[in-house]
């Protein structure tokens, strides 16, 4: 990524040399003798300056380098940074901006005068520990001349990382859950097994158009549409809870990570199964994911997704009611969902909830582990610190 390389010309400084040159100038006319040598100084030096200027821009060269082009979460980006002087003139001073992390993390600044083939280092590791979008690299980087009158600001670039959320491999079943979930939530299509040809149809309007059979079209001179299996597979809902993680409002990166690593390793295990889901969350799109490749591109859209809903979860799910697991970090919510599954009156809890314990204290998360107990939510409760534990919570689903 490039910033602007603009030209600063200082209004302060150029006033402050007109001044004094027009001083010289009255002195060199009207008294002589050394003021006629500072009056010619006077209207030379700017030129001198910036010349100087110029030429250290042509001398200075800059190296980036990154240990990783693809951080994992949790991984850190060692970075380097190398400015040169490959010039004969010492190049000074030359102030540098570095973009170091995600969010509205500082930069760095550094100041340095090079000598005749100086060099200045800079090295910086930059931790991912959340999921999210980080920006590492030089940002600015700015030459003054030696007056004060302009300064330079030369074509830079940095390097963007997009950390996408883990995928944990979990062992769970899922035979209960999936048992709960109706055929008919899989809208028509969607469960469509492309591995599987049924055969040849005539191309109607509304039909999918790449899915034409192009030899055949060569061949027959009409359009024929390949056909194919309907999975007969039941589909699982994941929503997941995007209301604000604090009381205040601010962001809790790790809070959040639990939430959608949750989702994301749940929906994984069930395209292990062969089992259609789908994740509803504000800031993702309503996709069925039956594949790896579907998975990762929901992973790859979560970087965007951010806690800042006003919606309650559940009113993402439209007319879907069953096959359903909820993820939420608020307790009252989880509680309320928990309430729904026993006066639904079935053997079988439609709905389980993942409550997110990132943020509880231990008394909290102690209570909530004893009130699971006490009120018999084993087999439809899973409560979570951080997202390794999901696997053991869930083994029985």
């Known amino acids: 990524m490039s910033a602007d390389a603009p030209v600063s010309i200082h209004v302060g400084s150029v006033g402050v040399w007109a001044f004094l040159a027009v001083l010289m100038h009255l002195g060199g006319v009207y008294l002589g003798g050394v003021f006629g040598f500072l009056r010619f100084f006077a209207l030379i030096a700017p030129v001198l300056s910036v010349t100087y200027v110029l030429i ?149 309007e509304g039909m999918e158009a790449r899915h034409i059979a192009w030899k055949k079209f060569a061949q027959y001179g009409r359009p024929l549409v390949r056909e194919y299996e309907v999975s007969s597979a039941p589909g699982l809902t994941i929503v997941v809870d995007t209301r604000p993680t604090r009381a205040d409002g601010r962001p809790d990166p790790a809070a959040e990570d639990v939430s959608v690593e949750a989702a994301v390793s749940l929906a994984g295990r069930c395209v292990e199964l062969n089992i259609p889901v789908s994740i509803l969350a504000d800031g993702l799109p309503d996709w069925w994911i039956r594949s790896r490749r579907d998975l990762d591109r929901i992973r790859a859209r979560s970087v965007g997704v951010f806690f800042q809903s006003g919606r309650e979860p559940m009113e993402l799910l439209g007319s879907r009611r069953s096959g359903v697991i909820a993820i939420t970090h608020r307790f009252q919510t989880a509680l309320q969902l928990a309430e729904g599954n026993r006066s639904s009156g079935r053997g079988e809890p439609a709905l389980r909830v993942v409550v997110n314990a990132c943020s509880a204290t231990s008394e909290e998360y102690q209570a909530l582990l004893g009130l699971r107990n006490r009120e018999g939510l084993g087999g439809s409760w899973a409560v979570v610190r951080q997202t390794e534990e999901l696997d053991r919570e869930v083994l029985d689903w």
């Open 56 to 204: 250290v821009r042509g001398s200075l060269r800059y190296q980036q380098e990154f240990s990783t082009e693809h951080p994992a979460k949790g991984e850190s980006v060692r970075y380097r940074c190398e400015l040169a002087n490959e010039g004969s003139v010492p190049a000074g001073p030359v102030s540098m901006l570095f973009r170091v992390g995600g969010g509205d993390m500082p930069e760095l600044s550094g100041n340095c005068t090079l000598g005749p083939g100086g060099r200045y280092t800079l090295e910086h590791e930059v931790r991912c520990p959340y999921r999210g979008v980080y920006t590492v690299g030089l940002s600015e980087l700015r030459i003054a001349d030696p007056l004060g009158l302009i300064t330079i600001r030369p074509e830079v670039w940095y390097r963007t990382f997009y950390v996408y959320p883990r995928v944990l491999q979990l062992s769970a079943g899922f035979a209960r859950t999936a048992a709960t979930a109706r055929t008919a939530e899989v809208p028509t299509g969607i469960a469509t097994d492309y591995t599987r040809p049924r055969g040849l149809a005539e191309y109607r």
